[in-house]
């Protein structure tokens, strides 16, 4: 056998054939299960065996205010393998998960971590298969949004278990850092969300949603808590209603915590009749109308990491105003694909006016367009397997 023979044998040993990812999918809603369907789908279409571990039980209710953690609309059309095993308050099934992953065999298991909480469960796994396979983590967060007694140790716990890190946000990667991660971390950009349907046309999509047909509509989009910021956006929306007399405010989203400081605000606002709120967890073939329906979605967080939010924007190319915060200000290049401004209500409302005024839409949505390339699924494959030949 010569050299260039065995540097492609040995190439070839160096990719992942066999994935196996640990994390939450349907029946579960929510952004990651829809982002690991989306990740388990491109893995096969690029050649890798892929199968998702799920969850029998995911969350104590303490942690999970929804009305539901199911996902009600109709189960997928796809061929993508789904086992419900681990118990996150039963260690037998985590012993059970560890077992199953030894007999298939993967390269890698890639662990969705974004809740200390799930940190016996998920390290408890990691470490009974440290020797057999690769463990990379895929971190949403490090530092939870809301932090708790106890959760550095629990973070401690995992992030020991694991080969290698992967992440999509700056924020996050230099979270590991401070943690004095010494293992190899990958930072990628988070991939569009390509699952809930085509886009529509606005008319038809203000239709469905029964809102005014001639209206700016500005978004906003995903389940509500402090952190992310309503009661800024509702507060610059009263702040700059009157000079934009066309301008709406539509919440599409439930809340994870007591709704009547929303509702209170809404409710004494003098521009009421022009904010409306679908307070309920929004559907997945219902999301392509809200994005379509929209001239702007507005994420107002006050912090942040990465967001499905925004690549659902992206996706249906419905420019953004952010918050400078956490993944955020990596994601919207200022004056571009959108705004990027400083957390307060000032800066809000001046950005709205802003775009309304300029009539700026339609060249952000060229922005927007030149942007997409960067958040592709490609990208993030090559993302994984890279750090897997590191950790190899």
């Known amino acids: 056998m010569n050299l260039i023979s065995k540097m492609f044998q040995t190439f070839e040993h160096l990719k ?75 260690p037998y099934t985590w012993w059970t998960t560890a077992k199953y992953i030894k007999q298939q065999k993967p390269d890698v298991i890639l662990i969705r971590f974004w809740l200390p909480f799930f940190a016996p469960a998920l390290g408890s796994i990691a470490r009974l298969v440290f020797k057999s396979t690769r463990v990379i983590a895929l971190t949403d967060n490090v530092i939870p949004h809301e932090t708790r007694i106890g959760d550095r140790m629990l973070i401690r716990y995992f992030i020991k278990s694991c080969h290698g890190f992967i992440t999509m946000s700056k924020s996050v990667k230099d979270e590991l850092e401070h943690l004095n991660i010494k293992k190899p971390i990958a930072l990628t950009p988070h991939p569009l969300y390509e699952t809930y349907g085509p886009a529509m046309e606005r008319k038809k999509a203000r239709e469905i949603l029964q809102l005014p047909l001639d209206a700016d509509i500005v978004l906003y989009f995903g389940l509500i808590r402090h952190y992310k910021g309503l009661d800024l956006l509702i507060e610059a929306f009263n702040n700059c209603a009157a000079q934009l007399p066309n301008m709406y405010l539509l919440i599409a989203g439930e809340c994870y915590e007591k709704p009547e400081p929303y509702s209170a605000m809404i409710a004494e606002s003098a521009y009421k009749q022009r904010i409306i709120w679908h307070q309920h967890f929004i559907k997945d073939e219902a999301i392509p109308a809200y994005f379509c329906a929209a001239n702007l979605a507005a994420q107002t967080y006050r912090h942040a990491t990465n967001s499905g939010v925004s690549m659902l924007a992206y996706y249906y190319r419905t420019p953004l105003l952010v918050t400078a915060t956490g993944g955020l200000q990596d994601i919207v290049p200022h004056n571009k694909a959108g705004f990027c401004i400083p957390v307060n209500t000032s800066a809000i409302a001046e950005h709205l006016v802003l775009y309304f005024k300029n009539n700026l ?32």
């Open 16 to 90: 992942i054939k066999r994935l196996i990812i640990i994390g939450p999918a349907y029946p579960l809603r929510g952004g990651p299960a829809v982002f690991n369907e989306n990740l388990a789908w491109h893995c096969q279409q690029s050649g890798i065996e892929t199968e998702i571990l799920s969850y029998t039980y995911q969350y104590p209710s303490f942690l999970f205010p929804g009305s539901t953690q199911f996902n009600t609309s109709d189960a997928p059309k796809d061929q993508i393998k789904r086992r419900a095993l681990i118990h996150t308050l039963n």
């Open 361 to 392: 839409e339609q060249p952000f949505k060229r922005g927007l367009e030149s942007e997409r390339i960067k958040y592709q699924w490609s990208a993030f494959l090559d993302a994984l397997q890279t750090l897997y030949k590191s950790i190899s």
